[in-house]
């Protein structure tokens, strides 16, 4: 496989070094990316840089994950507008651990030459002096070079410290060390990074004086937005996360399954291994029968099944359509316990209850304006037959909610048009 050209077919190629084409199709190349940790996973975001890892390792080549104990510990300032919090290194190390455990889900740690590892900066610069990183690093780049970057540029009018200022010079060291120590030539990222990348293969040319053989390569991957120019991988509720307990595999699924048509055909190229072959004729199904959401499906099991596994996805599967099927009611009453894990479920707390006169106040204070933001929309949702409960439409905003059915003693379905259900759980 021709990595570069499976870039380019997928739309994932931005920007590279001159040469780099040639010199993967001479030799195994050891690449590297690297992940912030300052969260213990990582979410839909980082999706984009893994899957370059991924096709790179299926390309013959070796990729390296950097786990960025010590560049976490500041913060890179790109696309950021203030600095972030410091965390402690058992934090970050707790983080290493979960991030590492993800991404064994789409690389293979065991396959010889190719094998991926993870790495941590944090091994190399911990023994570093304050002194001794400005001899061995900081002479070797300009102010000016730093200066003309443009994560620093963006920051000039709303401040930024040294800390951040020398993140970029910490980035290329690293990719130094990795040339010097496992013969890494390329590094990888998303475009915002592209002034990082090149500073550190500036770094290696300075240092090692390096003929065309042994050079230092860039490539960048465009950063994933809608259709619309906004950007990709936040839901409601914040970032989709790759951690079950963050984001549970049903609220996983229904993010790919609620992507726009518009998005689709950037989505499945990025998110996915399909073929090329395999994704156009998809795309010709999915346009002869849109609301079939074909593309939808397809990126939803094969993202999901990835991350949460094959017999969490089937479950997952089984749970979207039951909400939404007119048989709701009867199926979630003889639902196994297991497929009822997987489905979104509401709590409604006792002592919420005590503020429930009626149906209008259970949609609405009772399940914390959830569902409903006050209890006069909830009032005018009703009134406008967008309601149902139990699958059953009702148009009384004083309807006794006690009177209510509840399915297997506890679970009530709730209806908010077309597009939304509610399970709520008395407690």
Not at 89 to 108: H, P
Not at 178 to 192: E, F, I
Not at 197 to 216: S, Y
Not at 224 to 234: C, H, I, N, P, Y
Request: glycine fraction near 8%; aromatic fraction near 10%; proline fraction near 2%.
């Amino acid at each position: 496989m021709n990595f570069i050209e499976e870039l380019r077919w997928r739309g994932m190629l931005h920007d590279m070094i001159p040469g780099l084409e040639e010199h993967l199709q001479k030799e195994l190349t050891t690449a590297y990316i690297g992940f912030d940790p300052t969260a213990p996973s990582l979410h839909i975001g980082n999706l984009a840089a893994i899957m370059l890892l991924k096709h790179f390792q299926l390309a013959g080549h070796k990729p390296i994950a950097l786990v960025g104990g010590a560049t976490g510990m500041i913060g890179d300032p790109s696309g950021k507008s203030a600095e972030r919090d410091f965390l402690s290194e058992e934090t970050l190390r707790e983080n290493q651990i979960g991030i590492k455990a993800q991404l064994e889900k789409f690389l293979d740690f065991e396959c010889g030459a190719t094998s991926a590892e993870v790495v941590n900066n944090y091994d190399w610069f911990k023994e570093f002096s304050f002194l001794g990183f400005l001899r061995e690093a900081g002479k070797f780049l300009t102010v000016n070079y730093m200066m003309s970057k443009d994560s620093v540029q963006k920051r000039l009018e709303t401040g930024l410290s040294f800390t951040e200022f020398s993140y970029q010079l910490l980035q290329g060291y690293d990719f130094y060390h990795l040339y010097k120590t496992k013969n890494v030539r390329l590094q990888m990222g998303g475009s915002d990074q592209w002034g990082n990348i090149t500073t550190g293969t500036e770094i290696i040319r300075r240092k090692t004086e390096e003929d065309n053989d042994d050079r230092a390569y860039a490539l960048t991957t465009p950063l994933v937005t809608k259709a619309d120019g906004s950007k990709f991988g936040k839901s409601e509720s914040g970032n989709v996360w790759l951690d079950a307990s963050k984001t549970s595999p049903y609220q996983f699924y229904q993010f790919w399954l609620n992507a726009a048509d518009a998005d689709c055909a950037r989505l499945i190229r990025v998110f996915t291994l399909f073929s090329k072959q395999d994704i156009e004729a998809m795309e010709k199904e999915h346009a002869d029968a849109p609301h079939l959401r074909i593309l939808q499906k397809a990126i939803a099991e094969e993202v999901t099944t990835r991350v949460h596994g094959a017999a969490i996805t089937a479950l997952v599967n089984e749970a979207s359509g039951l909400l939404f099927s007119k048989d709701a009611v009867e199926l979630l009453a003889n639902a196994s316990e297991e497929l009822l894990a997987q489905l979104p479920v509401l709590e409604v707390a006792s002592e919420d209850l005590l503020e429930c006169n009626n149906l209008t106040d259970l949609v609405s204070v009772g399940t914390k304006n959830i569902i409903f933001s006050s209890k006069g929309d909830a009032r005018k949702a009703i009134q406008g037959n967008a309601l149902s409960v139990n699958k059953v439409k009702v148009t009384d905003p004083q309807t006794d909610w006690k009177s209510i059915d509840k399915i297997r003693g506890k679970y009530v379905l709730v209806g908010n048009g077309k597009q939304k259900n509610y399970l709520l759980l008395f407690k």
